[in-house]
């Protein structure tokens, strides 16, 4: 996350603070943990084991705390979610034609104004399909897209979509 952020121009002072994150898949919280850190609300979704420094963080200053969601994407209903969600984080160890339709599914709800996310080349057929994935996220993320491989990734491919607007 740390690196998907400074790629992007995102780890400036204050510009993810008071922000509205929904993380897909944030066991154990590495992620979570940079976005809280830069001050961001962060709602996590998945079945697995927060660590407790997560779960327990609170700064004073910026307000950032992390409410862990216990479940499946799938199992996700709109009461869950808070009114607005500005930013989306997909981590989720799941095919990317699995995970796109969850996607399109929250950003055609919530309208975010950034995306970030890991795709991940979960089959190597999937290697030479980049190009094609990246067309079905266009169908439905803010603009602009870009995609890269972070030295962090393994077999991903980090996306980068929309942006904020005071960045
Ligand atoms: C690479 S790990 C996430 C790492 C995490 N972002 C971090 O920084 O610590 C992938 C996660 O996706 C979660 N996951 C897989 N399928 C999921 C689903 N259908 N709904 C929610 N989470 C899912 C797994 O439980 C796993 O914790």
């Not at 929904?22 to 001050?39: D, I, K, T, W």
């Amino acid at each position: 996350m740390e690196q998907a952020l400074a790629w992007s121009g995102l780890d400036g002072k204050q510009s993810l603070q008071g922000q509205v994150v929904l993380e897909l898949g944030s066991a154990p919280g590495g992620a979570s943990y940079s976005l809280l850190q830069h001050g961001a609300q962060v709602y996590g979704v998945d079945t697995g084991v927060m660590d407790p420094d997560v779960l327990g963080f609170h700064d004073a200053k910026t307000g950032a705390r992390f409410h862990h969601l216990r479940m499946a994407v799938g199992t996700l209903a709109p009461h869950h979610l808070p009114p607005e969600v500005d930013i989306i984080v997909s981590d989720m160890n799941l095919a990317p034609g699995v995970v796109i339709p969850y996607l399109e599914n929250l950003c055609r709800r919530h309208r975010p104004a950034l995306l970030i996310l890991t795709m991940k080349m979960t089959e190597e057929r999937l290697e030479s399909k980049v190009g094609e994935i990246l067309g079905s996220l266009r169908r439905f993320v803010p603009t602009p897209l870009k995609a890269t491989q972070l030295p962090a990734n393994r077999r991903e491919v980090c996306v980068v979509a929309g942006g904020l607007g005071a960045v």
